[in-house]
């Protein structure tokens, strides 16, 4: 799924992206208030982690930008150890949790799991769907007749946005953005290429192609 991060330690960014891209995140990163809320108006975000002191403004105000707009993205905010302050403001504000300056990356993903499942409406770190359970932890599907596929990053993150809203169509274009960060620059036939992998694990009939329109995740048919 695609997030954004709004952080702006040059060194804690880069590590944070390069590490939520290999749990399986598409990762917008930006250092400045002012863009992050922009880009939490204009792009298609599943959730954010927000530090509040950012650059060209404070996180804690585009945080109230955000809820001003009716903008409903999750939010976890990172603070500093110990600023209950901090913390308490951000609740307030509207964020979905928050945690504490320095962290652990697995309380991290923990976190942001949890988020995720929530604004789903789900209580479990797996997606099940007519039979097919998609687990996320260990990045695997398991099909009705117990068949077990592991998947690569970019086949995990392309199957849990169909899963997430089966029945839904998805625009090959809102795949794309689900799956690539604004720095990707991936070839326009990508998106055909893992539907067809994804197809030769799980049958030609669970993923549809409507055409003209997109696709969609199909396996009660």
């Not at 863009?35 to 982690?49: H, V």
């Not at 964020?95 to 309380?107: G, N, S, V, W």
């Not at 720095?183 to 326009?188: A, I, K, L, T, V």
Request: net charge negative; glycine share 8%.
């Amino acid at each position: 799924m695609r997030l954004l991060l709004a952080e702006d330690d040059a060194l804690l960014g880069e590590s944070l992206c390069s590490q939520l891209q290999r749990a399986g995140y598409a990762v917008d990163w930006t250092d400045r208030a002012d863009q992050a809320l922009i880009l939490g108006r204009q792009e298609d975000y599943r959730l954010a982690i927000l530090d509040l002191g950012l650059k060209e403004g404070s996180g804690l105000d585009t945080l109230k930008g955000w809820r001003a707009e009716q903008i409903k993205l999750p939010v976890l905010i990172l603070t500093a150890r110990g600023d209950w302050q901090d913390k308490v403001n951000g609740l307030k504000s509207g964020a979905d949790d928050y945690l504490a300056k320095p962290f652990q990356m697995e309380e991290l993903l923990a976190r942001l799991e949890a988020l995720s499942r929530r604004s789903e409406g789900r209580l479990l770190s797996k997606l099940v769907v007519e039979g097919y359970e998609l687990d996320e932890e260990r990045q695997q599907i398991i099909t009705p007749q117990q068949d077990t596929h592991h998947l690569t990053g970019t086949e995990f993150r392309l199957l849990r946005c169909l899963m997430s809203r089966p029945q839904r169509i998805f625009p090959k274009e809102a795949l794309m953005e689900q799956l690539y960060s604004l720095d990707d620059n991936p070839s326009e036939n990508i998106i055909e290429a893992y539907i067809l992998r994804l197809r030769r694990m799980l049958g030609k009939e669970v993923i549809l192609t409507l055409r003209g329109q997109g696709y969609r995740f199909n396996a009660s048919n």
